[in-house]
Structure formats: C-alpha cells, structure tokens
C-alpha cells in the first residue's frame, strides 16, 4: 500500500513537472513574459479593490459594509488555511527553489519567494474573492459576475508561467477558493443578500 501511494506521487509529481516546463517554457511568448509578472503582482490589483469597496458601499450602504467584511474574512481564511495548514503541512519546495528542478526554471518573478509552495496562496486568495464575488453579485450582473472567475484564472496561470508554482500547487488554491468564497458567498445571501437584477442598478 505505502510502495503504491509513493509510485501514485511519484507519478504524480512527475506529470506536475511536466506541465510546469510546458507553460513555463515550451509555450512562452513576449507578449506573456510583460504580461503575466504585471497580473501576478497583489500591488497592482489595489485600484480594484479601492474601487470595488466604495462601489459596493456607495449603493448598498450598511449590506455594503457586511460585504467588505465577509470579502475580506474570505482572504483571512484561505490565507489563513493556505498558509498554516497546507503550506507547512505539505513543506513542497517552490520550483525556483528546488536543487533537483530550479535550473530547468525561467523566473520571471522579481524574487523566488522563500515559503513553500502547495498550495498558492494567490490562487487561493483570488478564487475566493471571486467565488464570493459570483455568489453575491450574480443577482444583479447576472453571468458577468463570471468576469471575477476569469481573472482568477489568468492570476493563477501567471504563478505557474513565471515560474513560481507547479500547476497542482494552482489547483489546489483554486480549490480551496472556491470553498472559501462559496461558503462566504452562501452566508452573505442568507442574511444580507443584494436585490435582485432590474430592482436595483448600480450607480
């Protein structure tokens, strides 16, 4: 049992790591190498965020408020979890890190990053947010509210692309996010809940 679980991971592993020097290196291009290392940085996503919270508190007043709060009680939480469970739980180098596979990797990053790296926290955090943001504002955008899971995506095939992630790294913060942000979501409709489409726009 443990010689198949070891072959399982091994295997596993190996499939991880194939992938990782497909987006990472055989399906590279300019446009890309500017683009991803942008995506990837938390910084640069503030405007949004800024926007987003005085948008919401603007129209929704006090449900507003509990909005923000549960947004961010989203992050909290896969960060959280992210960190303290699954990171120093599973201690996986991160591929830039790792003397048997960093010089098969192009960092396009600043910095490798010195934690570990399943799963990704980015990941976990921007799915979460948009898992949240889908359960709440769907009522009112309707499929646009889709927009959110799209961004999620291309922010976690950016930690793979500039290679500071394995794609099960990815996967598995994806998947935490959409827990997180669903459940969150879910509590936020239950109690506080947005009208729906045609009772209320936007301003």
């Known amino acids: 049992m443990v010689y198949l679980a070891t072959t399982f991971w091994q295997k596993l592993e190996q499939w991880d790591q194939w992938l990782f ?6 399906w590279q291009n300019i446009a890309f190498d500017h683009l991803m290392p942008f ?32 947004f961010l009680a989203t992050v909290a939480m896969t960060d959280l979890v ?8 599973f201690e996986r180098l991160r591929p830039c890190n790792d003397p ?9 990053a600043d ?26 504002f769907r009522p009112i955008i309707g499929n646009w509210a889709w927009a959110g ?26 998947l935490l996010g959409l827990l997180a942000g669903s459940f969150t979501g879910w509590v936020f409709n239950k109690r506080f809940p947005f009208k729906s489409a045609g009772t209320h726009t936007l301003s």
């Open 100 to 108: 048997d596979f960093y010089t098969q990797v192009r960092l396009l």
């Open 149 to 174: 899971m799209a961004w999620a995506v291309s922010i976690a095939y950016a930690q793979v692309y500039v290679g500071v992630h394995y794609p099960l790294d990815v996967a598995g913060g994806a």
């Open 21 to 26: 020097t497909k987006i990472n290196t055989d």
């Open 111 to 136: 910095h490798c990053g010195a934690g570990y790296s399943f799963i990704s926290n980015h990941a976990a955090n921007h799915f979460g947010m948009a898992a949240f943001f889908l359960a709440s």
């Open 82 to 89: 992210g960190n303290y469970v699954f990171k120093h739980g």
């Open 39 to 70: 995506l990837r940085t938390s910084l640069n996503w503030a405007p949004l965020y800024l926007f987003l919270a005085v948008l919401v508190l603007l129209n929704f007043r006090q449900k507003g408020v509990w909005w923000s709060l549960l």
